[in-house]
Protein backbone atom coordinates (compact mmCIF):
# COMPACT_ATOMS: atom_id res chain seq x y z
CA UNK A 1 0.00 0.00 0.00
CA UNK A 2 1.49 3.68 -0.94
CA UNK A 3 1.53 5.81 1.40
CA UNK A 4 1.17 9.52 0.93
CA UNK A 5 4.62 11.46 1.56
CA UNK A 6 4.72 14.30 4.33
CA UNK A 7 6.69 17.73 4.06
CA UNK A 8 4.46 20.35 4.33
CA UNK A 9 0.70 20.66 5.62
CA UNK A 10 -0.79 23.92 5.73
CA UNK A 11 -4.70 23.71 6.80
CA UNK A 12 -7.56 25.06 8.55
CA UNK A 13 -8.00 22.82 12.11
CA UNK A 14 -10.84 21.46 13.97
CA UNK A 15 -10.44 22.08 17.85
CA UNK A 16 -10.97 19.25 20.28
CA UNK A 17 -11.05 21.17 23.21
CA UNK A 18 -11.33 17.65 25.71
CA UNK A 19 -8.67 17.15 27.68
CA UNK A 20 -7.99 13.63 28.44
CA UNK A 21 -9.48 12.55 25.23
CA UNK A 22 -9.53 9.29 25.49
CA UNK A 23 -9.33 6.39 22.67
CA UNK A 24 -12.49 5.17 23.64
CA UNK A 25 -13.96 8.93 22.68
CA UNK A 26 -12.00 8.59 19.51
CA UNK A 27 -13.81 5.19 18.53
CA UNK A 28 -15.70 3.37 21.04
CA UNK A 29 -15.15 -0.15 21.96
CA UNK A 30 -17.94 -1.74 19.84
CA UNK A 31 -15.51 -0.93 16.80
CA UNK A 32 -12.77 -3.17 17.59
CA UNK A 33 -14.56 -6.80 16.62
CA UNK A 34 -14.09 -5.16 12.85
CA UNK A 35 -11.08 -6.96 10.79
CA UNK A 36 -11.82 -4.84 8.41
CA UNK A 37 -8.83 -1.95 7.95
CA UNK A 38 -11.36 0.02 5.38
CA UNK A 39 -10.52 3.79 6.14
CA UNK A 40 -13.82 4.77 5.58
CA UNK A 41 -15.04 2.09 8.24
CA UNK A 42 -12.78 3.49 11.19
CA UNK A 43 -13.19 7.35 9.42
CA UNK A 44 -17.24 7.15 9.90
CA UNK A 45 -16.55 5.58 13.70
CA UNK A 46 -14.45 8.56 14.78
CA UNK A 47 -15.47 10.55 17.95
CA UNK A 48 -19.36 8.39 16.99
CA UNK A 49 -20.72 8.87 20.69
CA UNK A 50 -19.94 12.62 20.35
CA UNK A 51 -20.97 12.65 17.16
CA UNK A 52 -24.30 11.16 17.29
CA UNK A 53 -26.77 10.13 19.61
CA UNK A 54 -28.18 6.83 20.32
CA UNK A 55 -30.54 7.14 17.69
CA UNK A 56 -28.09 8.13 14.71
CA UNK A 57 -28.67 11.64 14.93
CA UNK A 58 -26.41 14.06 14.62
CA UNK A 59 -25.47 16.02 18.07
CA UNK A 60 -25.60 19.81 16.59
CA UNK A 61 -23.24 21.33 19.76
CA UNK A 62 -20.66 18.80 18.85
CA UNK A 63 -17.61 20.31 16.90
CA UNK A 64 -17.59 17.72 13.97
CA UNK A 65 -21.36 18.98 13.64
CA UNK A 66 -21.04 22.70 13.50
CA UNK A 67 -21.08 23.98 9.74
CA UNK A 68 -17.07 25.57 9.87
CA UNK A 69 -15.81 21.86 10.55
CA UNK A 70 -17.94 19.52 9.66
CA UNK A 71 -16.66 18.86 5.89
CA UNK A 72 -14.30 15.96 6.37
CA UNK A 73 -10.31 16.46 6.00
CA UNK A 74 -10.41 13.85 2.77
CA UNK A 75 -12.29 16.62 0.89
CA UNK A 76 -9.90 18.98 0.54
CA UNK A 77 -9.67 21.24 4.42
CA UNK A 78 -9.07 20.64 7.89
CA UNK A 79 -6.30 18.22 7.89
CA UNK A 80 -4.79 18.96 11.12
CA UNK A 81 -6.75 18.22 14.55
CA UNK A 82 -6.20 20.95 17.38
CA UNK A 83 -6.61 18.34 20.89
CA UNK A 84 -6.59 19.22 24.71
CA UNK A 85 -4.26 17.96 27.16
CA UNK A 86 -2.72 14.24 27.18
CA UNK A 87 -4.38 13.26 23.72
CA UNK A 88 -5.34 9.33 23.47
CA UNK A 89 -4.97 8.35 26.74
CA UNK A 90 -6.71 5.05 28.21
CA UNK A 91 -6.42 1.74 26.56
CA UNK A 92 -3.77 1.33 23.69
CA UNK A 93 -5.66 0.18 21.04
CA UNK A 94 -4.56 1.12 17.59
CA UNK A 95 -7.83 1.72 16.10
CA UNK A 96 -8.18 4.66 17.53
CA UNK A 97 -5.13 5.70 14.97
CA UNK A 98 -6.98 4.47 12.16
CA UNK A 99 -9.96 6.32 13.04
CA UNK A 100 -8.51 9.34 12.86
CA UNK A 101 -6.62 8.48 9.67
CA UNK A 102 -9.45 7.16 8.08
CA UNK A 103 -11.49 10.39 8.40
CA UNK A 104 -8.66 11.84 6.97
CA UNK A 105 -6.52 14.13 9.48
CA UNK A 106 -2.70 14.28 9.01
CA UNK A 107 -1.53 15.89 11.90
CA UNK A 108 -2.84 16.51 15.83
CA UNK A 109 -1.69 19.04 17.39
CA UNK A 110 -1.78 18.73 21.55
CA UNK A 111 0.36 19.98 24.15
CA UNK A 112 0.92 16.16 25.44
CA UNK A 113 -0.38 13.16 24.08
CA UNK A 114 -0.55 9.21 25.47
CA UNK A 115 2.95 7.57 24.51
CA UNK A 116 1.95 4.62 22.71
CA UNK A 117 -1.17 6.65 20.90
CA UNK A 118 1.46 9.22 20.05
CA UNK A 119 3.48 5.43 18.44
CA UNK A 120 0.40 4.39 17.19
CA UNK A 121 -0.39 7.67 15.36
CA UNK A 122 3.22 7.77 13.34
CA UNK A 123 2.59 4.09 12.34
CA UNK A 124 -0.60 5.21 10.50
CA UNK A 125 1.06 8.19 9.13
CA UNK A 126 -0.30 10.97 11.17
CA UNK A 127 1.62 12.64 12.76
CA UNK A 128 1.12 14.08 16.68
CA UNK A 129 3.38 17.41 17.35
CA UNK A 130 3.42 18.36 20.68
CA UNK A 131 3.80 22.20 21.41
CA UNK A 132 3.53 24.20 24.73
CA UNK A 133 0.22 24.39 26.12
CA UNK A 134 0.56 28.04 25.98
CA UNK A 135 0.75 27.79 22.14
CA UNK A 136 -1.59 25.26 22.24
CA UNK A 137 -3.92 27.67 23.83
CA UNK A 138 -3.23 30.79 21.24
CA UNK A 139 -4.23 27.95 18.35
CA UNK A 140 -7.54 27.42 20.17
CA UNK A 141 -8.17 31.11 20.66
CA UNK A 142 -7.18 31.76 17.56
CA UNK A 143 -9.81 29.24 15.66
CA UNK A 144 -12.60 30.29 17.71
CA UNK A 145 -11.93 33.91 16.32
CA UNK A 146 -11.82 32.64 12.60
CA UNK A 147 -12.64 29.22 11.70
CA UNK A 148 -10.37 29.70 8.38
CA UNK A 149 -7.41 30.34 10.87
CA UNK A 150 -4.61 28.07 8.52
CA UNK A 151 -1.85 26.52 10.27
CA UNK A 152 1.47 25.41 8.65
CA UNK A 153 3.11 22.08 9.75
CA UNK A 154 6.83 21.99 7.82
CA UNK A 155 8.23 18.74 9.03
CA UNK A 156 11.18 19.12 7.31
CA UNK A 157 12.59 21.97 9.55
CA UNK A 158 10.09 20.76 12.61
CA UNK A 159 8.13 23.89 13.03
CA UNK A 160 4.22 24.22 13.30
CA UNK A 161 3.18 27.94 12.77
CA UNK A 162 -0.13 29.99 13.81
CA UNK A 163 -0.39 31.91 9.92
CA UNK A 164 -3.10 34.44 11.79
CA UNK A 165 -0.75 35.57 14.46
CA UNK A 166 2.95 34.74 12.81
CA UNK A 167 4.07 32.43 15.99
CA UNK A 168 5.73 29.39 15.39
CA UNK A 169 7.31 26.59 17.80
CA UNK A 170 9.61 23.92 17.03
CA UNK A 171 8.63 19.84 17.47
CA UNK A 172 10.52 16.95 18.35
CA UNK A 173 10.10 13.57 16.32
CA UNK A 174 12.34 10.61 16.24
CA UNK A 175 14.82 10.63 13.14
CA UNK A 176 13.92 7.16 12.14
CA UNK A 177 9.66 7.97 11.96
CA UNK A 178 10.96 11.10 10.18
CA UNK A 179 12.18 9.74 7.73
CA UNK A 180 9.81 7.27 7.04
CA UNK A 181 7.07 10.13 6.91
CA UNK A 182 8.88 11.93 4.41
CA UNK A 183 9.38 8.84 2.01
CA UNK A 184 5.90 7.20 2.62
CA UNK A 185 7.73 4.19 4.33
CA UNK A 186 6.27 1.80 6.66
CA UNK A 187 8.74 -0.25 8.69
CA UNK A 188 8.83 -2.86 5.46
CA UNK A 189 8.92 -0.34 3.07
CA UNK A 190 11.90 0.92 4.80
CA UNK A 191 13.60 -2.52 4.92
CA UNK A 192 12.71 -3.10 1.81
CA UNK A 193 14.46 0.13 0.58
CA UNK A 194 17.92 -1.26 2.35
CA UNK A 195 17.92 -4.26 0.86
CA UNK A 196 21.04 -3.43 -1.69
CA UNK A 197 22.86 -2.63 1.82
CA UNK A 198 21.19 -5.66 3.60
CA UNK A 199 22.76 -7.99 0.45
CA UNK A 200 25.93 -6.19 0.30
CA UNK A 201 26.53 -6.54 3.60
CA UNK A 202 25.91 -10.26 3.72
CA UNK A 203 28.29 -10.79 0.71
CA UNK A 204 30.55 -9.36 2.86
CA UNK A 205 30.07 -12.52 5.07
Excluded at 108 to 123: E, G
Excluded at 158 to 173: L, M, P, S
Aim: proline fraction near 4%.
Amino acid sequence: MAHQKFNIIKSTCIPIQIDNCNTDLIIPARYLASTSRDPKFFGDAFMRDLRFNAKGEPIADFVLNQPAFCEAPHKGCHEIIVGGQNWGSGSSREHAAWAISGYGVRVVISSSFADIHRNNLLNCFVLPVIVSEAFQQELFASIAKDANTVVTVDLPNQTVTNEATGHCEKFDINGYKKYCLMNGYDDIDYLLSQTGKIEAFENKK
